[in-house]
């Protein structure tokens, strides 16, 4: 069993694990009405999905199930393990296909739930789709490793490997990471999920780089006999690229004719992405500093080209979004689900002087998809998660107003980003 996700510091840890807590006992009980309903379809209790579950279990909420342990124990009628540090049983017995919970206070195990409700909101139930996960700007396919790692070693699912655009050749490439310690299984072809990259990520246009997801959504298709749609899930920018697709707007590089959606689409899922832009990108750019002596470009740990063509583009009403973001002219398509993860928790600059609530790159109302579309009915939801400052984040020092942090680039890594990623999976 290997690790997830990075974590905060122990008083941050323990505030979330409480949270956790609260959360995971509270969803029990609220999906245990829905599980009990009739019109719930169960799933048969496979030792796969059964062992998926419990893992799912003990990463998202270590507060209840620790330490991680690995394998099942038998007690008719209970597939289930034990955990001694919380003194904890978490089960699913063959007699009806439901979850049970003891705790250390418990005289005997609880009903939480029909199996199928769990299985749904773990990410360990069927797999109608290939997923293919896209990062964004100054970020690569690695941004997703952690990711990456959970769901080979922990739901088993199969790694197709990193769809790459070849810009010479204009084909895709899957390749499968070096792997030293023969852990990381990958195919090379078919798969239940991808990491792609694009063939750059500041010196593309984003209908560019749409175009290249076109590409790359038919070569994993191509892999995939039978599967007619992907789900998508784009970090930043790249959640900004599939809409380009999505709107009909993407194109080649060379090319000024856009190429047509294919309806290969089942879900978009996009994570802190800049839907109406960020001001960020603005002052980047003009490379403000009001920060004493440090540019606002700093805030990101990564190298940034203030003059790049992803930088004008992210712009609050650059033409690039303007365009995008004209759902009269270039709708979304209605059958297609989408989904915005904000990540908060920082205060984020929204102009010279103003700053809201946001990941402190991306300002929570950017990210949200809904803010633009609004009464179109379109089959959305939304989800705020609010991002601990860590080690992946950066901090630069503002006058009068003191330390100001981003988390943006810490999301594709955050235990609570992951666990709302999995329950929209299906």
Not at 122 to 151: E, K, N, Q
Not at 176 to 200: A, Q
Not at 325 to 347: A, E, K, W
Request: aromatic share 8%.
């Amino acid at each position: 069993m290997g690790k997830y996700y990075e974590q905060p510091s122990t008083q941050k840890r323990l505030l979330a694990a409480r949270a956790l807590g609260l959360i995971i006992l509270a969803a029990f009980y609220n999906t245990a009405a829905v599980a009990n309903d009739s019109s719930v379809k169960a799933e048969p209790a496979t030792l796969p999905n059964i062992e998926c579950v419990l893992n799912w279990a003990q990463t998202f909420y270590p507060n209840l199930f620790s330490p991680l342990v690995a394998g099942v124990q038998l007690s008719s009628p209970y597939t289930f393990r034990y955990y001694p540090d919380t003194n904890a049983y978490v089960g699913v017995s063959s007699a009806d296909n439901h979850v049970y919970y003891r705790g250390p206070d418990d005289i005997t195990p609880k009903d939480i739930g029909d199996l199928s409700v769990f299985l749904k909101e773990s990410g360990c139930g069927a797999r109608p789709y290939p997923v293919i996960f896209m990062h964004g700007m100054a970020s690569t396919a690695d941004t997703w490793i952690a990711y990456r790692s959970y769901l080979i070693n922990n739901a088993d699912w199969t790694f197709g490997g990193i769809p790459t655009y070849n810009q010479a050749t204009k084909t895709v490439d899957i390749i499968c990471p070096p792997d030293p310690d023969l852990r990381i299984k990958c195919t090379g072809s078919f798969g239940d999920f991808y990491t792609l990259n694009f063939s750059d990520n500041q010196g593309l246009f984003l209908d560019v780089q749409g175009g290249e997801l076109a590409v790359i959504i038919q070569a994993v298709l191509e892999q995939n006999p039978g599967a007619t749609k992907v789900l998508l899930i784009g970090h930043s920018t790249g959640g900004l690229a599939a809409r380009e697709y999505l709107q009909g707007l993407a194109r080649g590089l060379d090319s000024v004719t856009t190429i047509p959606y294919r309806e290969d689409i089942a879900k978009l899922i996009t994570i802190g992405t800049p839907h109406q832009g960020s001001f960020w990108a603005e002052a980047c750019h003009i490379n403000l500093d009001i920060f004493d002596s440090v540019g606002i470009c700093d805030l990101l740990p990564a190298q940034i080209d203030s003059d790049s063509i992803a930088i004008k583009e992210l712009q609050p009403n650059s033409s690039a979004l303007n365009i995008l973001n004209d759902l009269t002219t270039h709708p979304l398509p209605s059958n297609v689900s989408y989904v915005s993860i904000i990540g908060t928790g920082q205060p984020t600059l929204s102009s010279l002087i103003d700053f809201q609530s946001g990941d402190g790159i991306v300002s929570d109302t950017s990210q949200n998809l809904i803010t633009v579309t609004g009464d179109l009915p379109l089959p959305q939801k939304s989800a705020k998660i609010d991002i601990p400052f860590r080690e992946c984040g950066n901090k630069i020092k503002v006058p009068a107003i003191g330390k100001v942090g981003q988390t943006h680039t810490c999301e594709t890594t955050d235990i609570g980003v992951g666990a709302e990623i999995l329950r929209n999976l299906q």
